[in-house]
Every structure is written in C-alpha cells, then in structure tokens.
C-alpha cells in the first residue's frame, strides 16, 4: 500500500505559522471530504485534530486549520507553541479501495 | 468521555497468533465503528481493520489472509487477532473509535506494545 507523503520534517519560531501539506492519488482523495489530521506526541496516542478537510473538535485550539487544493490536504498552525512540537499526519478515508483509512507519512514539526 | 484500554500479551514468538483487547468504557460499542491502527516503532501508523456491532467488518488487505477483528458487545470489548506473526509485526497497536457521521477517529487508547520475538 501506497502512503499518503508529507514532509519529513518543517520547523518555524515561536509565533510563526507553518503549512504541513499531505499528497496523495485521486483515489485517496476521491471523498475529498473524508481527510483528517493527528497530532502525536512521542510516547502518546494519536490525537485528532481535524476532521473533514477543515472542522475542528471543540476542545481543539483555532490555531489549527484545514484545507485541501486537489490532490494535496493541508494542515496550517498559527501562532506556533512549543507545545505544538510533535509528529503530524494526515489521513484519508478512500470508500472503495483498500485500506479504506490511509495515513500519511508523518512530519515532525520543531518549534525553533 | 469515552475511555478505550487495550492489553494482551506482550510478546509473542513468530509464526504464533497475536490476540488484543479493547474494553470500552461506554455504550458507544453499539453505535459506533471500532478500528485497530498499528504502529511500528519509530514509523507511522497503518490502519488493520474495522467492526461494527453489527459485525460488519473491513481489513487492509495487506494483513486480510491473517488478521480477524470481533466484538462483544455485552462486555464492551473489541478484539484483535492476528495470525502467523513475525519480526514486521512487531508494533504498538491501538484501538480507536470512529467519530459519529465521520470518518476519522476520534478517541484512541493508550496503546500497547507487542514485541514478536523467539
């Protein structure tokens, strides 16, 4: 199976945003509204941060955001903490194909 | 707050099956789909399979010839099997819920690390 492929890495200062970005097939985005992001801290489980393309549980921070542009699913932080320094991913649900959940290869974000 | 433990054996030796429990602490075992993400030590994570409490389940294909998901859902537990294990198994495995009307997962366990080794 084919992930999805993100940065291995991106950093930016405290305060800076940063732009993760998620690549796939057009069939991995085929229900282009079935892409979620993972924040993961080292030792933790998983934890979501969006879900479809662009919608936030309500404990998570604004400063998370979503988007997609065609093949590509984003995930922009704003007004970066040193707390947001962990490992990203993306994942998308793919209806027909299986795995139906691919994730993505995950970034590892660094707060300078 | 729905609260997912996992436990089993933590070591397996290869060629043997690999079986984990999931006890949830709700009744969201009947409403919800379950899944089983696994992840390797220091790599990403690979989505195993998923059940409904109606039993309805879906498998990667990578693993479907040795992998079999089931549910108890008078006990709230989700169960995974994993059969002819090796060294590429070797994993922290997760059990997950699905979120209400998306697909993603929105709560997960903490987690527990299987080492198939001899």
């Known amino acids: 199976q084919s992930a999805l492929t993100q940065p291995a890495s991106v950093s930016g200062s405290s305060g800076q945003s940063i732009t993760i970005s998620c690549t796939g097939t057009s069939s991995d985005f085929r229900d282009y509204r079935s892409v979620s992001w993972f924040q993961q801290h080292p030792g933790k489980s998983p934890k979501l941060l969006i879900f479809d393309v662009s919608r936030r549980p309500s404990a998570i921070s604004y400063r998370f955001s979503g988007s997609i542009s065609g093949n590509t699913a984003s995930l922009t932080i704003s007004g970066l903490q040193p707390g947001d320094e962990a490992d990203y991913y993306c994942c998308s649900y793919r209806i027909i194909t299986t795995p139906l959940y691919v994730f993505g290869t995950g970034t590892k974000v660094t707060v300078l | 707050q729905v609260h997912l433990q996992e436990s089993g054996p933590g070591l397996v030796k290869p060629s043997e099956t690999l079986s984990l429990n999931c006890a949830v602490s709700?009744?969201?075992?009947?409403?919800?789909?379950f899944s089983w993400v696994r992840q390797p030590p220091g790599k990403g994570l690979e989505w195993i399979g998923e059940?409904?409490?109606?039993?309805?389940?879906h498998y990667n294909a990578s693993l479907r010839s040795r992998v079999s998901i089931s549910m108890d859902t008078s006990e709230n537990q989700v169960f995974l099997r994993l059969n002819s294990v090796n060294a590429a198994d070797t994993a922290v495995f997760y059990c997950?819920?699905?979120?209400?009307?998306?697909?993603?997962?929105?709560?997960w366990g903490q987690g527990t690390l299987v080492i198939v080794s001899s």
């Open positions: 997950a819920r699905h979120r209400t009307g998306s697909n993603t997962f929105d709560s």
């Open positions: 709700d009744d969201s075992i009947t409403t919800n789909w």
């Open positions: 059940i409904f409490h109606d039993g309805t389940t």
